[in-house]
């Protein structure tokens, strides 16, 4: 399983918790903390703060956009000092008092702790009681990707997510035209998003081609009926289809958590970090974010039409525009 359909099933067993009033008081949540936990943990923080009524979080909101940010009001954060790389007891109070203030906006508070395996033995005795009875209405997020170092009495109050580590890329016969398209997409210019556009189109339409003579000479050999041909055609197409948008979406994260400042080293699409790095220096978090979403948009409906695909993706290229 891919990491992005990881995340995305504990996501949704994290949504499914949150609907039945289940959830736990605490996650811990391992995997790296610059990366797909710090993915998960403002994902779910986002949910909880998100002021949309539906399809939360909605990623355009005030606390959508302010969560991965790290400006969020009713999110606490705690980390190792950068001198002794520990949390402190003192760091550790002064979280604990944040936590048991009312929320100022939303209803819930979010307590997040980064690299939850540094935490000092006296830092970890004065949580105990908070974990295992946080103030009403409050989460707490442990990041770790060492949780095998962790205090046993810590991570037995927990309820444990465990995220994979991101995959390499794969090149696939698309990748260059799609790498070819991600390097030029970021731009004002409206002639360079219907380009954008028709590449995309141009590639989606000699993808069918060739898979549907691929199919026609193996129908050939086995005698199977055009039906069935169609469908195994239909079938690959999708599956090509994708990966395609999965790795724009890819680049659309990369840019996202270069915008938060996050690690390099967590990118997808690493071997294009100069690029990225330009890109990134364009954009704000916002835009960052709406980026993504118009990706997520073209995809989405691109699955419910059959064709033509062309229109769907001139006027999804046309809104990842930088203003
Ligand atoms: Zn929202």
Known sequence: MSTADSLEQWLSIFRRSAKAGRLAHAYLVCGNPEGVARTYA???????????????????CKSCIRVPAGRH???????????????????????????????????????????ADRLNENAANAFLKT?????????????????????????????RVNLPEPERKKTEDWTPVVDGILQTSLSNDP?????????????????????LAEEKKRAKDTEAEEEVLDA????????????????LLHWQRDLLLLVNGCDEGLLFHAEHIEVLRGQAAQLDVATAFRRVRAIQEMDT?????????????????????LS
């Open 42 to 60: 403002d994902q779910v923080a986002s949910y909880l703060l998100c002021t949309a009524t539906e399809g939360r979080p909605c990623g355009i």
């Open 73 to 115: 009001p009713d999110v606490f954060h705690i980390e190792p000092e950068k001198k002794s790389r520990v949390i402190g007891v003192e760091a550790m109070r002064t979280f604990i008092r944040n936590l048991q203030q009312s929320a100022y906006e939303g209803d819930w508070k979010i307590g997040l702790m980064l690299h």
């Open 131 to 159: 974990l295992e009875e946080p103030p009403p209405r409050t989460l707490m997020l442990l990041l770790t990707d060492s949780p095998q170092t962790m205090l046993r009495t810590v991570i037995s109050r927990c309820q």
């Open 191 to 211: 002639l360079v998003h219907a380009a954008c556009a028709h590449r995309l189109n141009d590639l989606l339409d000699e993808t069918k081609t060739r898979i």
């Open 232 to 247: 195994r055609a239909e079938a690959r197409l999708k599956k090509v289809r994708a990966a395609i948008f999965q790795s």
């Open 301 to 321: 409906r691109l699955a419910r039409i059959s064709r033509p695909a062309l229109p769907v993706l001139e006027s999804g290229f046309a809104r990842m525009g």
